[in-house]
T-cell receptor, first 115, second 114 residues
């Protein structure tokens, strides 16, 4: 298993407060991703990173920002949390290798509730 | 755009029953196809993959064949066990260049009863 940890694992916060979720990996994988999982929607990509300080938006990036100052850490920030951001958040990493196939490895998830 | 459609759940089966979870896709180019599994309380993990047409991915008794002509990648298992209870996600990767992104289906919850 890729060594991926997420913190916190559970968080309850109030509308309007800033929240930062952390993803830490020990595999030296270049690519890192943040997804959210919601019933009826599967997993949707929020942001991803293809290297230190290199990030890009996914399909549901509004209201979220990310930062990657070190290979091993990828932070997801909700600048002002809203109830629609109540979700389970998953971090994933991917080793960029040769060929057309790259497996993504997922962390255990963070359950965020915005009241 | 790219999309994945998989059968709505939940699916409930008895132990040793045959399982099929349908997955079809829309994509440009030649995607790689995946099935990921999520056990209760955990993150997703790769179950099997196929990278070109007619490839068959297999793992833990599960199989799926990449059918380009029908744009499908159905998941099958001949005899399910209680421990197979999980959410199953079909996904495709149409990445090119330096961007690697997966598009997931909505997931199918499988419950296997003893």
């Amino acid at each position: 298993d890729a060594g991926i940890t997420q913190s916190p694992r559970h968080k309850v916060t109030e509308t309007g407060t800033p929240v930062t979720l952390r993803c830490h990996q020990t595999e030296n994988h270049r690519y890192m991703y943040w997804y959210r999982q919601d019933p009826g929607h599967g997993l949707r990509l929020i942001h991803y990173s293809y290297g230190v300080k290199d990030t890009d938006k996914g399909e549901v990036s509004d209201g979220y920002s990310v930062s990657r100052s070190k290979t091993e850490d990828f932070l997801l920030t909700l600048e002002s949390a809203t109830s629609s951001q109540t979700s389970v958040y998953f971090c994933a990493t991917e080793r960029k290798g040769g060929g057309s196939y790259n497996e993504q490895f997922f962390g255990p998830g963070t359950r965020l509730t915005v009241l | 755009g790219n999309s994945v459609t998989q059968m709505e759940g939940p699916v409930t089966l008895s132990e040793e029953a045959f399982l099929t979870i349908n997955c079809t896709y829309t994509a440009t180019g030649y995607p790689s196809l995946f099935w990921y599994v999520q056990y209760p309380g955990e993150g997703l993990q790769l179950l099997l993959k196929a990278t070109k047409a007619d490839d068959k991915g297999s793992n833990k008794g599960f199989e799926a064949t990449y059918r380009k002509e029908t744009t499908s990648f159905h998941l099958e298992k001949g005899s399910v066990q209680v421990s197979d209870s999980a959410v199953y996600f079909c996904a495709l990767d149409t990445s090119g260049g330096s961007n690697y992104k997966l598009t997931f289906g909505k997931g199918t919850l499988l419950t296997v009863n003893p």
